[in-house]
Protein backbone atom coordinates (compact mmCIF):
# COMPACT_ATOMS: atom_id res chain seq x y z
CA UNK A 1 0.00 0.00 0.00
CA UNK A 2 1.03 3.59 -0.85
CA UNK A 3 2.55 5.26 1.60
CA UNK A 4 2.15 8.99 1.95
CA UNK A 5 3.23 12.21 3.59
CA UNK A 6 0.52 13.82 5.80
CA UNK A 7 0.00 16.70 7.09
CA UNK A 8 -2.85 18.31 10.08
CA UNK A 9 -4.04 20.38 7.24
CA UNK A 10 -4.78 17.25 4.91
CA UNK A 11 -6.45 15.36 7.98
CA UNK A 12 -8.63 18.71 8.58
CA UNK A 13 -10.21 20.85 5.39
CA UNK A 14 -12.27 23.34 5.40
CA UNK A 15 -15.60 22.71 3.06
CA UNK A 16 -18.87 22.35 2.75
CA UNK A 17 -21.39 19.20 3.51
CA UNK A 18 -22.57 16.79 3.89
CA UNK A 19 -20.14 14.20 2.53
CA UNK A 20 -16.02 14.70 2.05
CA UNK A 21 -15.85 11.72 -0.34
CA UNK A 22 -19.23 12.51 -2.44
CA UNK A 23 -19.02 16.55 -2.18
CA UNK A 24 -15.51 17.99 -1.49
CA UNK A 25 -13.59 15.23 -3.29
CA UNK A 26 -15.74 15.39 -6.60
CA UNK A 27 -15.73 19.19 -5.87
CA UNK A 28 -11.73 19.11 -5.46
CA UNK A 29 -11.56 16.58 -9.14
CA UNK A 30 -13.60 18.99 -11.15
CA UNK A 31 -11.19 21.87 -9.82
CA UNK A 32 -7.85 19.70 -11.21
CA UNK A 33 -9.53 18.69 -14.34
CA UNK A 34 -10.32 22.84 -15.04
CA UNK A 35 -6.39 23.25 -14.06
CA UNK A 36 -5.81 20.80 -16.91
CA UNK A 37 -7.90 22.57 -19.47
CA UNK A 38 -6.15 25.66 -18.85
CA UNK A 39 -2.98 24.38 -18.50
CA UNK A 40 -3.15 22.81 -22.29
CA UNK A 41 -4.23 26.34 -22.90
CA UNK A 42 -7.90 25.08 -24.34
CA UNK A 43 -10.25 26.91 -22.00
CA UNK A 44 -11.79 28.83 -24.75
CA UNK A 45 -11.71 26.40 -27.33
CA UNK A 46 -14.44 24.23 -24.96
CA UNK A 47 -17.64 23.71 -26.04
CA UNK A 48 -19.08 20.95 -23.98
CA UNK A 49 -18.22 19.02 -20.94
CA UNK A 50 -19.59 15.95 -19.97
CA UNK A 51 -19.85 14.15 -16.20
CA UNK A 52 -19.61 10.13 -15.61
CA UNK A 53 -20.21 8.85 -12.28
CA UNK A 54 -19.89 5.51 -11.20
CA UNK A 55 -20.34 2.93 -8.49
CA UNK A 56 -20.91 4.86 -5.15
CA UNK A 57 -21.14 8.30 -6.47
CA UNK A 58 -23.93 7.37 -8.70
CA UNK A 59 -25.56 5.45 -6.52
CA UNK A 60 -25.74 8.21 -3.60
CA UNK A 61 -24.49 10.73 -5.49
CA UNK A 62 -28.01 12.83 -5.62
CA UNK A 63 -28.28 12.71 -1.84
CA UNK A 64 -24.91 13.46 -1.06
CA UNK A 65 -24.76 16.20 -3.27
CA UNK A 66 -22.64 15.19 -5.95
CA UNK A 67 -23.44 16.81 -8.44
CA UNK A 68 -24.13 19.97 -6.96
CA UNK A 69 -20.18 20.06 -5.90
CA UNK A 70 -19.07 19.36 -9.62
CA UNK A 71 -20.87 22.18 -10.98
CA UNK A 72 -19.84 24.27 -8.48
CA UNK A 73 -16.40 23.30 -9.26
CA UNK A 74 -16.44 23.14 -12.80
CA UNK A 75 -17.79 27.00 -11.77
CA UNK A 76 -14.34 27.56 -10.46
CA UNK A 77 -15.99 28.04 -7.05
CA UNK A 78 -13.88 26.96 -4.06
CA UNK A 79 -15.70 25.24 -1.06
CA UNK A 80 -13.24 27.30 1.59
CA UNK A 81 -14.42 30.52 0.31
CA UNK A 82 -18.05 29.61 -1.76
CA UNK A 83 -20.68 31.44 0.19
CA UNK A 84 -23.38 28.30 1.43
CA UNK A 85 -26.45 30.75 1.46
CA UNK A 86 -25.96 31.31 -2.36
CA UNK A 87 -25.48 27.58 -3.47
CA UNK A 88 -29.57 26.73 -4.37
CA UNK A 89 -29.49 30.24 -6.09
CA UNK A 90 -26.60 29.04 -8.30
CA UNK A 91 -27.93 25.75 -9.06
CA UNK A 92 -30.71 26.72 -10.31
CA UNK A 93 -28.99 29.27 -12.44
CA UNK A 94 -27.13 26.91 -14.39
CA UNK A 95 -29.96 24.38 -14.53
CA UNK A 96 -32.86 26.97 -15.35
CA UNK A 97 -30.60 28.55 -18.49
CA UNK A 98 -28.71 25.56 -19.38
CA UNK A 99 -25.37 27.15 -19.14
CA UNK A 100 -22.24 26.78 -17.44
CA UNK A 101 -19.92 29.45 -16.57
CA UNK A 102 -16.54 26.85 -16.76
CA UNK A 103 -14.22 28.17 -14.86
CA UNK A 104 -16.25 31.37 -14.01
CA UNK A 105 -14.90 32.34 -17.76
CA UNK A 106 -16.23 30.28 -20.84
CA UNK A 107 -19.89 29.91 -21.21
CA UNK A 108 -20.98 26.44 -22.45
CA UNK A 109 -24.42 24.73 -23.11
CA UNK A 110 -24.82 22.13 -20.32
CA UNK A 111 -27.85 20.17 -19.99
CA UNK A 112 -28.11 18.20 -16.68
CA UNK A 113 -29.89 15.20 -17.96
CA UNK A 114 -27.50 14.62 -21.06
CA UNK A 115 -24.32 16.24 -19.54
CA UNK A 116 -24.60 14.86 -15.78
CA UNK A 117 -24.50 10.79 -16.60
CA UNK A 118 -24.84 8.35 -13.30
CA UNK A 119 -23.36 4.95 -13.96
CA UNK A 120 -24.98 3.31 -11.26
CA UNK A 121 -24.57 -0.47 -12.72
CA UNK A 122 -20.72 0.47 -13.61
CA UNK A 123 -17.40 0.86 -10.88
CA UNK A 124 -14.04 1.10 -12.14
CA UNK A 125 -11.54 -1.21 -10.42
CA UNK A 126 -9.04 0.94 -8.32
CA UNK A 127 -11.98 3.24 -6.32
CA UNK A 128 -15.69 3.10 -5.63
CA UNK A 129 -15.77 6.71 -5.57
CA UNK A 130 -14.97 7.35 -9.54
CA UNK A 131 -15.79 9.92 -11.83
CA UNK A 132 -14.90 10.87 -15.07
CA UNK A 133 -14.76 14.85 -17.24
CA UNK A 134 -14.85 15.20 -20.75
CA UNK A 135 -14.35 18.67 -22.43
CA UNK A 136 -15.03 18.60 -25.86
CA UNK A 137 -13.07 21.06 -28.24
CA UNK A 138 -14.03 23.23 -31.23
CA UNK A 139 -11.27 21.30 -32.68
CA UNK A 140 -12.55 18.37 -32.55
CA UNK A 141 -10.31 16.57 -29.93
CA UNK A 142 -10.95 16.13 -26.50
CA UNK A 143 -9.83 16.01 -23.34
CA UNK A 144 -10.76 13.36 -20.60
CA UNK A 145 -9.50 12.91 -17.04
CA UNK A 146 -10.55 10.56 -14.47
CA UNK A 147 -10.28 10.64 -10.54
CA UNK A 148 -10.48 8.70 -7.35
CA UNK A 149 -12.52 10.59 -4.63
CA UNK A 150 -10.77 8.40 -1.91
CA UNK A 151 -12.00 9.43 1.40
CA UNK A 152 -11.47 13.01 3.40
CA UNK A 153 -11.47 14.71 0.40
CA UNK A 154 -8.23 13.50 -0.81
CA UNK A 155 -8.57 12.93 -4.79
CA UNK A 156 -6.14 10.72 -7.24
CA UNK A 157 -6.00 11.75 -10.32
CA UNK A 158 -5.61 8.00 -12.45
CA UNK A 159 -1.99 6.80 -13.69
CA UNK A 160 -1.27 10.14 -10.75
CA UNK A 161 -0.74 9.95 -6.61
CA UNK A 162 -2.56 11.04 -3.81
CA UNK A 163 0.34 13.64 -2.63
CA UNK A 164 -0.30 17.08 -4.76
CA UNK A 165 3.19 19.05 -3.32
CA UNK A 166 6.38 17.65 -3.41
CA UNK A 167 7.93 15.52 -0.62
CA UNK A 168 9.75 16.79 1.68
CA UNK A 169 12.18 15.50 4.31
CA UNK A 170 10.65 15.08 7.84
CA UNK A 171 12.47 15.13 10.93
CA UNK A 172 9.75 12.14 12.29
CA UNK A 173 8.54 9.75 9.05
CA UNK A 174 5.84 7.79 10.25
CA UNK A 175 3.86 5.30 8.94
CA UNK A 176 2.94 2.81 11.61
CA UNK A 177 1.89 3.63 15.26
CA UNK A 178 4.99 1.46 16.38
CA UNK A 179 6.54 4.31 13.77
CA UNK A 180 5.11 7.28 16.15
CA UNK A 181 5.51 5.67 19.52
CA UNK A 182 9.49 4.73 18.26
CA UNK A 183 10.14 8.50 18.03
CA UNK A 184 8.40 9.66 20.94
CA UNK A 185 10.11 7.09 23.49
CA UNK A 186 13.59 8.19 21.60
CA UNK A 187 12.83 11.79 22.15
CA UNK A 188 10.83 12.11 24.77
CA UNK A 189 8.56 14.55 22.83
CA UNK A 190 4.54 14.26 23.02
CA UNK A 191 2.98 13.35 20.28
CA UNK A 192 1.31 16.35 19.50
CA UNK A 193 5.24 17.78 19.66
CA UNK A 194 6.03 15.26 16.94
CA UNK A 195 3.38 16.26 14.87
CA UNK A 196 4.43 19.76 15.02
CA UNK A 197 8.18 19.10 14.31
CA UNK A 198 7.08 17.81 11.02
CA UNK A 199 4.81 20.03 10.16
CA UNK A 200 7.76 22.49 10.21
CA UNK A 201 8.99 20.98 7.23
CA UNK A 202 6.07 22.44 5.37
CA UNK A 203 5.84 25.77 6.60
CA UNK A 204 6.58 28.14 9.59
CA UNK A 205 5.56 27.42 13.00
CA UNK A 206 3.44 30.71 13.38
CA UNK A 207 1.57 29.58 10.03
CA UNK A 208 1.00 26.16 11.37
CA UNK A 209 -0.62 27.78 14.64
CA UNK A 210 -2.82 29.96 12.78
CA UNK A 211 -4.08 27.27 10.64
CA UNK A 212 -5.02 25.59 13.46
CA UNK A 213 -6.81 27.69 15.37
CA UNK A 214 -8.69 28.88 12.02
CA UNK A 215 -9.66 25.10 11.48
CA UNK A 216 -10.81 25.10 15.10
CA UNK A 217 -12.55 28.62 14.55
CA UNK A 218 -14.47 26.77 11.61
CA UNK A 219 -15.73 24.03 13.91
CA UNK A 220 -16.71 26.47 16.32
CA UNK A 221 -18.40 28.39 14.35
CA UNK A 222 -20.25 25.25 13.02
CA UNK A 223 -21.45 23.97 15.96
CA UNK A 224 -22.66 27.21 17.55
CA UNK A 225 -24.82 27.54 14.40
CA UNK A 226 -25.83 24.18 14.56
CA UNK A 227 -26.81 24.70 17.98
CA UNK A 228 -28.97 27.74 17.02
CA UNK A 229 -30.89 26.77 13.81
CA UNK A 230 -34.25 25.16 13.38
CA UNK A 231 -36.17 22.97 10.96
CA UNK A 232 -35.78 20.55 8.94
CA UNK A 233 -32.98 18.78 7.30
CA UNK A 234 -33.37 18.94 2.99
CA UNK A 235 -32.82 15.82 0.72
CA UNK A 236 -36.83 14.38 1.48
CA UNK A 237 -36.50 12.64 4.65
CA UNK A 238 -37.81 15.44 6.42
CA UNK A 239 -35.67 14.79 9.40
CA UNK A 240 -36.32 17.32 11.88
CA UNK A 241 -33.19 19.11 13.45
CA UNK A 242 -32.65 18.31 17.42
CA UNK A 243 -29.98 20.15 18.50
CA UNK A 244 -31.13 23.52 18.76
CA UNK A 245 -33.95 22.74 21.14
CA UNK A 246 -31.54 20.22 22.81
CA UNK A 247 -29.23 22.99 23.48
CA UNK A 248 -32.40 25.31 24.14
CA UNK A 249 -33.57 23.26 26.78
CA UNK A 250 -30.14 22.26 28.97
CA UNK A 251 -29.49 26.16 28.81
CA UNK A 252 -32.65 27.02 30.72
CA UNK A 253 -34.02 29.56 27.87
CA UNK A 254 -30.66 31.74 28.47
CA UNK A 255 -29.44 34.13 25.81
CA UNK A 256 -25.58 34.88 25.18
CA UNK A 257 -23.74 37.11 22.72
CA UNK A 258 -21.31 35.13 21.09
CA UNK A 259 -19.25 31.28 21.69
CA UNK A 260 -17.41 32.47 24.52
CA UNK A 261 -20.45 33.56 26.08
CA UNK A 262 -22.62 30.52 25.37
CA UNK A 263 -19.46 28.48 26.62
CA UNK A 264 -19.55 29.64 29.75
CA UNK A 265 -23.41 29.55 30.10
CA UNK A 266 -22.81 25.86 29.62
CA UNK A 267 -20.53 25.16 31.67
CA UNK A 268 -22.75 26.73 34.48
CA UNK A 269 -25.33 23.92 33.92
CA UNK A 270 -23.29 21.77 35.96
CA UNK A 271 -21.37 18.55 35.58
CA UNK A 272 -24.01 15.41 36.18
CA UNK A 273 -23.15 12.72 34.12
CA UNK A 274 -26.89 13.01 32.32
CA UNK A 275 -25.97 16.44 31.57
CA UNK A 276 -22.33 15.97 30.14
CA UNK A 277 -24.18 13.15 27.82
CA UNK A 278 -26.86 15.52 26.95
CA UNK A 279 -24.45 18.15 25.90
CA UNK A 280 -21.71 15.96 23.77
CA UNK A 281 -24.64 14.34 21.76
CA UNK A 282 -25.90 18.16 21.38
CA UNK A 283 -22.09 19.24 19.87
CA UNK A 284 -21.88 15.96 17.37
CA UNK A 285 -25.59 16.39 16.15
CA UNK A 286 -25.47 20.35 15.53
CA UNK A 287 -22.11 20.09 13.78
CA UNK A 288 -23.51 16.73 11.49
CA UNK A 289 -27.02 18.71 11.06
CA UNK A 290 -24.97 21.25 9.68
CA UNK A 291 -22.95 19.12 7.37
CA UNK A 292 -26.01 18.00 6.04
CA UNK A 293 -27.54 21.50 5.25
CA UNK A 294 -24.65 22.00 3.10
CA UNK A 295 -22.82 24.16 5.63
CA UNK A 296 -19.36 24.98 6.20
CA UNK A 297 -18.04 21.83 7.92
CA UNK A 298 -14.15 20.60 8.66
CA UNK A 299 -13.65 17.40 7.85
CA UNK A 300 -12.56 15.34 10.60
CA UNK A 301 -10.79 13.12 8.97
CA UNK A 302 -14.38 13.07 7.00
CA UNK A 303 -17.25 15.19 6.99
CA UNK A 304 -19.96 12.42 7.50
CA UNK A 305 -17.72 11.97 10.60
CA UNK A 306 -17.25 15.71 11.15
CA UNK A 307 -18.54 16.12 14.67
CA UNK A 308 -17.32 13.10 16.75
CA UNK A 309 -13.78 15.07 17.08
CA UNK A 310 -15.21 19.06 17.82
CA UNK A 311 -18.09 17.22 19.92
CA UNK A 312 -15.23 15.54 22.13
CA UNK A 313 -12.86 18.58 21.74
CA UNK A 314 -16.02 20.83 23.21
CA UNK A 315 -16.55 18.54 25.58
CA UNK A 316 -12.61 18.91 27.35
CA UNK A 317 -13.11 23.16 26.62
CA UNK A 318 -16.74 23.32 28.66
CA UNK A 319 -16.19 20.45 31.23
CA UNK A 320 -12.52 20.10 31.56
CA UNK A 321 -11.38 23.93 32.05
CA UNK A 322 -10.13 23.32 28.03
CA UNK A 323 -10.38 26.92 26.74
CA UNK A 324 -6.39 27.33 25.85
CA UNK A 325 -5.14 27.65 22.15
CA UNK A 326 -1.89 26.08 23.67
CA UNK A 327 -3.97 22.43 24.75
CA UNK A 328 -6.58 23.38 21.79
CA UNK A 329 -3.63 23.03 18.95
CA UNK A 330 -2.11 19.59 21.09
CA UNK A 331 -5.71 18.18 20.82
CA UNK A 332 -5.93 18.65 16.95
CA UNK A 333 -2.18 17.98 16.07
CA UNK A 334 -2.80 14.66 18.25
CA UNK A 335 -5.76 13.97 16.50
CA UNK A 336 -4.96 14.24 12.99
CA UNK A 337 -1.36 12.32 13.51
CA UNK A 338 -3.85 8.93 14.85
CA UNK A 339 -6.26 9.72 11.98
CA UNK A 340 -3.04 9.25 9.17
CA UNK A 341 -1.90 6.35 10.75
CA UNK A 342 -5.51 4.83 9.81
CA UNK A 343 -5.11 6.53 6.00
CA UNK A 344 -1.85 5.19 5.36
CA UNK A 345 -2.86 1.76 7.06
CA UNK A 346 -6.57 1.14 5.63
CA UNK A 347 -8.84 3.77 4.76
CA UNK A 348 -11.14 6.69 5.90
CA UNK A 349 -13.57 6.17 3.20
CA UNK A 350 -16.57 4.46 3.97
CA UNK A 351 -17.34 3.38 0.35
CA UNK A 352 -14.18 1.12 0.94
CA UNK A 353 -14.40 0.36 4.53
CA UNK A 354 -18.48 0.70 5.75
CA UNK A 355 -18.31 3.22 8.42
CA UNK A 356 -15.99 1.69 10.32
CA UNK A 357 -13.95 4.28 8.50
CA UNK A 358 -14.98 7.08 8.95
CA UNK A 359 -17.04 7.21 12.77
CA UNK A 360 -14.60 4.39 13.94
CA UNK A 361 -11.65 6.31 12.84
CA UNK A 362 -13.12 10.01 14.11
CA UNK A 363 -13.43 8.54 17.66
CA UNK A 364 -10.25 6.89 17.84
CA UNK A 365 -8.54 10.69 16.77
CA UNK A 366 -10.64 12.14 19.07
CA UNK A 367 -9.97 9.56 21.93
CA UNK A 368 -5.99 9.86 21.94
CA UNK A 369 -6.26 13.92 21.74
CA UNK A 370 -8.28 14.07 24.76
CA UNK A 371 -6.14 11.41 25.90
CA UNK A 372 -3.14 13.50 25.90
CA UNK A 373 -4.52 16.64 26.75
CA UNK A 374 -5.78 15.24 30.00
CA UNK A 375 -1.83 14.32 30.58
CA UNK A 376 -1.90 10.52 29.19
CA UNK A 377 1.15 9.09 28.41
CA UNK A 378 2.31 8.60 24.57
CA UNK A 379 1.23 4.84 25.47
CA UNK A 380 -1.85 5.78 27.01
CA UNK A 381 -2.67 8.03 23.62
CA UNK A 382 -2.39 4.68 21.64
CA UNK A 383 -4.07 2.71 23.63
CA UNK A 384 -7.21 5.48 23.98
CA UNK A 385 -7.68 5.52 20.29
CA UNK A 386 -7.15 1.24 19.77
CA UNK A 387 -10.09 0.86 22.11
CA UNK A 388 -12.09 3.50 20.45
CA UNK A 389 -11.91 1.66 17.08
CA UNK A 390 -12.00 -1.69 17.99
CA UNK A 391 -15.36 -1.35 19.24
CA UNK A 392 -16.43 0.40 16.11
CA UNK A 393 -15.23 -3.06 13.67
CA UNK A 394 -17.47 -4.07 11.32
CA UNK A 395 -19.73 -1.03 11.24
CA UNK A 396 -21.53 -0.57 8.10
CA UNK A 397 -22.36 2.23 6.06
CA UNK A 398 -25.96 2.26 5.01
CA UNK A 399 -27.51 5.48 4.48
CA UNK A 400 -31.22 5.84 3.80
CA UNK A 401 -31.52 7.69 0.77
CA UNK A 402 -28.48 8.30 0.16
CA UNK A 403 -28.51 10.98 2.24
CA UNK A 404 -25.90 11.74 5.27
CA UNK A 405 -28.47 11.84 7.82
CA UNK A 406 -30.02 8.53 9.44
CA UNK A 407 -28.27 6.67 10.93
CA UNK A 408 -25.31 9.36 10.36
CA UNK A 409 -25.95 11.90 12.28
CA UNK A 410 -26.79 9.58 15.19
CA UNK A 411 -23.72 7.62 14.80
CA UNK A 412 -21.43 10.75 15.49
CA UNK A 413 -23.17 11.03 19.13
CA UNK A 414 -22.11 7.70 19.61
CA UNK A 415 -18.84 7.88 18.35
CA UNK A 416 -17.76 10.83 20.57
CA UNK A 417 -19.44 9.19 23.90
CA UNK A 418 -17.51 6.06 23.02
CA UNK A 419 -13.90 8.36 22.21
CA UNK A 420 -14.32 9.86 25.90
CA UNK A 421 -15.01 6.09 27.18
CA UNK A 422 -11.78 5.18 25.79
CA UNK A 423 -9.85 7.66 27.02
CA UNK A 424 -11.19 7.07 30.78
CA UNK A 425 -10.27 3.62 30.24
CA UNK A 426 -6.67 4.06 28.99
CA UNK A 427 -6.18 7.01 31.46
CA UNK A 428 -7.04 4.30 33.98
CA UNK A 429 -5.26 1.27 32.51
CA UNK A 430 -1.57 0.48 32.24
CA UNK A 431 -0.52 0.41 28.53
CA UNK A 432 2.41 -2.01 29.26
CA UNK A 433 -0.11 -4.82 29.88
CA UNK A 434 -2.38 -3.87 26.83
CA UNK A 435 -3.40 -7.40 24.55
CA UNK A 436 -4.23 -5.15 21.14
CA UNK A 437 -2.02 -2.56 20.04
CA UNK A 438 -3.63 0.14 17.37
CA UNK A 439 -1.89 -1.11 14.69
CA UNK A 440 -3.24 -4.33 15.15
CA UNK A 441 -6.49 -2.67 14.98
CA UNK A 442 -5.76 -0.76 11.99
CA UNK A 443 -4.71 -4.45 10.52
CA UNK A 444 -7.81 -6.03 11.56
CA UNK A 445 -9.82 -2.72 10.60
CA UNK A 446 -8.32 -2.96 6.84
CA UNK A 447 -9.09 -6.79 6.66
CA UNK A 448 -12.77 -6.08 7.71
CA UNK A 449 -13.52 -3.72 5.09
CA UNK A 450 -11.91 -5.91 2.61
CA UNK A 451 -14.16 -8.65 3.01
CA UNK A 452 -17.15 -6.82 4.13
CA UNK A 453 -19.98 -6.75 1.24
CA UNK A 454 -19.95 -3.72 -0.93
CA UNK A 455 -23.68 -3.17 -0.20
CA UNK A 456 -22.73 -1.89 2.99
CA UNK A 457 -20.33 0.25 1.39
CA UNK A 458 -22.05 3.56 1.38
CA UNK A 459 -24.49 2.45 -1.77
CA UNK A 460 -27.59 2.47 0.10
CA UNK A 461 -28.12 -1.02 -1.39
CA UNK A 462 -28.35 -2.88 1.85
CA UNK A 463 -28.76 -2.33 5.76
CA UNK A 464 -31.14 0.42 7.64
CA UNK A 465 -31.30 1.68 3.81
CA UNK A 466 -33.27 -0.97 2.38
CA UNK A 467 -35.50 -1.78 5.37
CA UNK A 468 -36.57 1.41 6.07
CA UNK A 469 -39.87 3.06 3.93
CA UNK A 470 -39.11 5.89 2.04
CA UNK A 471 -40.60 8.11 -0.62
CA UNK A 472 -37.99 10.67 -2.14
CA UNK A 473 -39.02 13.78 -4.24
CA UNK A 474 -37.62 12.67 -7.80
CA UNK A 475 -33.99 14.58 -8.37
Known sequence: MQREQISVFDMFKIGIGPSSSHTLGPWRAAQQFLHIIEQQDALSAVVEVKVLLYGSLAKTGKGHGTDIAILLG??????????????????????????????????????????????????????????????????????TATFYSIGGG?????????????????????????????????TGLKISEVVQEN??????????????????????????????????????LNVAR???????????????????????AIRQTGNSFQSILDWVSCFALAVNEENASFGRVVTAPTNGAAGVIPAVLQYFICFCDGFDEERIIQFLCTASEVGSIFKKGATISAAMGGCQAEIGVSSAMAAAALT???????????????IAMEHHLGMTCDPIGGLVQVPCIERNTMGAIKAITASQLALQSNPDKAKVSLDAVVKTMWQTALDMNSKYKETSDGGLAINIPISLPEC
Not at 158 to 171: F, K, S, W
Request: proline letters at 4%; one cysteine or more; a negative charge.
Open 154 to 186: FVVKEGGQTQQRAEVDLPFPIDTAGDLLHWCLK
Open 199 to 236: ELAWRPEAETRYGILNIFKVMQECMYRGCHTTGSLPGG
Open 242 to 264: RASALNKRLINGRTYNDYTGWVI
Open 372 to 386: EVLGGSQRQVLMAAE
Open 74 to 143: LSGDDPVTFEVDKIDSKIGGINLSHTLLLAGKKLISFHYEDDMIFLFTESLPYHPNAVTFQAFLSTGKAI
